[in-house]
């Protein structure tokens, strides 16, 4: 929730307190938190009971080409 406001707001009106490492970090966490969440969706897709057949196949795949997209 803080990082896309601190990337595109602070560089452009508050530049001293724009820090590039700092950003970096911020960024770094939001794809591990976006990795995770990919890895939780489809985890949880594999462990229904009532998922069977080319729909759930076709839903973990898209969790897949999804998680390659970030």
């Known amino acids: 929730m803080v990082a896309i406001p601190y990337t595109t707001i602070t560089p452009r009106y508050f530049p001293t307190l724009a820090h590039k490492f700092v950003m970096l970090s911020m960024e ?3 794809a591990i938190f976006w990795l995770g969440g990919f890895a ?3 985890d949880f897709l594999r ?13 973990r795949a898209s969790v ?3 998680a390659f997209e970030l």
Not at 47 to 59: F, H, P, Q
Request: contains cysteine; hydrophobic residues 50%; proline residues 0%.
């Open 28 to 30: 770094l966490v939001t």
């Open 40 to 42: 939780a969706t489809a």
């Open 47 to 59: 462990k229904l009971a009532i998922c069977r057949g080319e729909v759930c196949s076709t839903a």
């Open 64 to 66: 897949v080409f999804g």
